[in-house]
């Protein structure tokens, strides 16, 4: 009697459960069950029953691996629980004070129980399961936010598609890390260079470079191996009293973890796992760069709290820097977007820390001269993680007797400008400005870059090859461009080209701030460009602004302010300038200077900045030029006083003589004369009234939920523009919350308090109300 051939559903069921079993055996046990060949021979089987019947493919069927099509970009995901950062530990010692401390805050005498864990060098994930199933895999990116890789995280075999068991919990967030074994970063070398590819430097470039990638069926392609360290959010059942309880859970849910990881009681017990792992290292499949150390019991964990975004639970002890010798070479001079020279150590090709070393940073000519080195000595490189290498000493009696002295060059390597020292002494600029072509390209880089003009599409690769086929000579040519020439680049397109059109377009209403650090103005960060649009309130009056009021805007100092002077008086710079407003370019701003700025410009401080920019004012202090210009108010009134040769302001006897030998000397008087002037045009274009005309300053907000018209940092930007100050979360002195889509727990506070709310429609509204517009869609 022959037995009954199961159906298909019930074959393929047996199947797909047969081989997850198979991969938790494998993956999270390190006890196969059967031979490959065994596996290999089920699999086939698998993929034969579901190519029949492709209604019964589920999405955790082990078969469900090989990639997807390829994608456009990554979505952004925001961690629910921030990934935060370690703090570090580099000696015994440091440890020793770690665990004092730890002891101390929890006022226990005897020793702590920890685990200690290998510090994976790999990239590290955070992997979302609901009710058993995969849904998100996500990288940790800045710690608040991701990117979306769940395509790509599918693809590696040790990640279950679903959890062991009948009752996995109905929420679990597991944080880990993604590595790439040596033996498989080899084979993926060789398979590279036989095609003609690029080799990886490293297994942890590979590992990276392969989970963010578009394409994920490449990503199915490459040796990539998980293991959980950590528990984000659980729901659904209880958390164990202790981590390392969570980490049997997580391999009971067939989540591999490192099989290294151990339960220590006392410091000497993480010592000792230290120096056994760190000696052993070399012998490992995958790199490390150090050991993790967190206190086992939660409720310990919960009392000890965070530092900063740093756990005080939890330390890295990192394995010691990484020092070898070899030949300096050559001296190459790279030109950085600001023009500054950065010598460049030519190297013997070295390997240190797994990684071979040919180029490492010297700093500056100074260093070089600090160090006395030459080329042609032997000199010593430090590698230390993902640190630059840098050459840190040379061994002088290596010295060969051509060895040969480093100079600072005459002319750029690049452009053959002129070069100059700061009046720091150190840095080395060239002066090619936007002729420079180093300069060029990385300013056009910086110009689109996210946190300037934020135009998508327009990358590094795209920027160089804009700039090698002279289509762009500096960021005016950049709105000058058409679709046509764009869709003709090399791995370009009609739909790019046409996609990249619309986000330059779309970027010509950006905010003046944006567009202040999106030119590059030397010196001038994001804090600082905020500061020039609302004080100045647009473009136009910047750019007329001598350097006595760039003085007056806040936490902007005497180089900060000749920087800034120094860039608007380049014609070249004011050409570009031009030739982005008649291209389109408008700068959103207030439109009108502060008032609480235009207020600020007393006589008395421009007489200050003067001052500390040269005019020579001996023995006249603050104070006394605070008081002659709250007396003579005016230029012209001061001027009239010395003239007659009479002070009635009530300063001591000799100060007037003294200003006048002040205003005599060089332009002085001119340049007063000037910023006087500018300061009454701003005066008149200012709201009226005293103080500070921004309506909500002293106001603080909060920003919850998902907003549909413009994003969070858009929204908190129009809002500190109106003065108010935006904050991650709600308490009694919250002014108002707006609330987008999914808003949570800060909206149910804010009802709580009786904080008032704001919808999206009422915040758009609102801002419409004060003259702000929304971005482009």
Known sequence: MTSKKPAPADEIRQLRDTLNDWSYRYYTLDDPAVPDAEYDRAYRRLQELEERHPDLVTADSPTQRVGDTPLDAFDEVRHAVPMLSLGNAFSDDELRDFDQRVRERLDVSG????????????????????????????????????EDITANVRTIKSVPLRLRG??????????????MPHSGFEALNRRQQEAGQKVFANPRNAAAGSLRQLDSRITAERPLEFYAYSVARLEGEDWPDTHSGMLKRLRDLNLRVNPE????????????????????????????????????????????????????????????????????????????????????????????????????????????????????????????????????????????????????????????????????GVVARCTGGLICGAQRREAIKHFASRRAMDIEGLGDKLVDALVDQGLVDNVADLYRLKAEDVADLERMGEKSAD??????????????NRVLFALGILQIGEETAKALADCFGDL???????????????????????????????????????????????PQS??????????????????????????????????????????YRTLDALLAAVERGEDDSGARAGTLEKLAEGLRADDWQARLREAEKQAAALAERAPAGGGDERPLEGQTWVLTGTLSRLTRSEAKERLESLGAKVAGSVSKS??????????????????????????EDAFVHFLAGHGISLPEQ
């Open 499 to 512: 996609n990249l059109m619309k986000a330059l377009e779309g970027s010509k209403r950006t905010r003046l």
């Open 111 to 146: 020793p702590i129980d920890y685990v200690a864990e290998p510090k994976l060098d790999g990239l590290a994930v955070s992997l979302v399961y609901e009710n058993g199933e995969l849904v998100r895999g996500a990288t940790r990116g800045d710690g608040e936010t991701g």
């Open 261 to 424: 990881i151990k339960e220590c009681r006392g410091l000497e017990a993480l010592l000792s796992f230290y120096h056994d792992i760190l000696e052993r290292r070399g012998r490992l499949d995958y790199d490390i760069d150090g050991v993790v150390y967190k206190v086992d019991r939660f409720d310990w964990q919960r009392d000890l709290g965070f530092v900063s975004r740093a756990p005080r639970w939890a330390i890295a002890h990192k394995f010691p820097a990484q020092e070898e010798l070899t030949v300096l070479n050559d001296v190459d001079w790279q030109v950085g977007r600001t023009g500054a020279l950065t010598p460049v150590a030519k190297l013997e090709p070295v390997q240190v820390g797994g990684v071979t070393v040919s180029n490492a940073t010297l700093h500056n000519i100074d260093e070089i001269g600090r160090l006395d080195i030459r080329i042609g000595d032997t000199v010593v490189v430090y590698r230390a993680g993902d640190v630059i290498p840098k050459v840190v000493r040379a061994l002088p009696e290596r010295r060969p007797k051509d060895a040969r002295e480093i100079h600072l060059p005459d002319e750029c390597p690049v452009c053959g400008s002129e070069i100059l020292r700061a009046d720091d």
């Open 734 to 759: 919250t002014a108002r919350v707006v609330a987008g889509e999914a808003a949570g727990s800060k909206l149910e506070k804010a009802g709580k308090l009786g904080v008032d709310v704001m919808d």
């Open 166 to 179: 009948k009752t996995p919990p109905t929420l679990l967030e597991v944080r880990g890390e993604v590595v």
């Open 540 to 586: 136009e009056s910047i750019r007329r602004a001598p350097l006595l009021l760039f003085l007056q805007v806040p936490d902007v100092g005497r180089e900060v302010a000749k920087a800034i002077a120094a860039f608007f008086a380049e014609d070249h710079n004011e050409k570009v300038i031009d030739d982005l407003l008649a291209a389109g370019l408008e």
């Open 590 to 631: 207030a439109g009108a200077p502060s008032r609480r700025f235009v207020d600020a410009l007393t006589l008395g401080a421009l007489l200050r900045g003067a001052k500390s920019l040269g005019m020579p004012l001996s023995g006249l202090g603050d104070k006394s030029l605070d008081a002659l210009g709250r007396h």
